[in-house]
């Protein structure tokens, strides 16, 4: 069974309202600062607005980066490992 749509009752268009969330996220400002920069883009959108959208789908876009970076990851099989090693312990020099 398919999930519904989250955007399925909003006037806005999704990709405005990914870009509005997504830039309160991202970068450090204010959500009037979000208003004026999408304002000067010719979207004409308030505050609060932008504070509802970031409640409702903040989680959503965050889940969605993790699994991205997740994916990323695993798609390279990148391991971490240590092949050899010195330790000095008491001013001694070891090799592991």
Known sequence: MTRPCPFKYFKTSREIIRLA???YVRFPLSL????DLLHER???VSHEAVRFWWHRF??????EIRKRRIEGMRSSQW???L???FVKING???YL
């Open 42 to 44: 010719g979207i004409d």
């Open 58 to 63: 903040g989680p959503m876009f965050a889940a």
């Open 21 to 23: 969330v997504m830039m």
């Open 32 to 35: 009037r600062n979000v208003e």
């Open 79 to 81: 391991r971490w490992h």
């Open 92 to 94: 001694e020099r070891h």
């Open 83 to 85: 092949d050899e090693m």
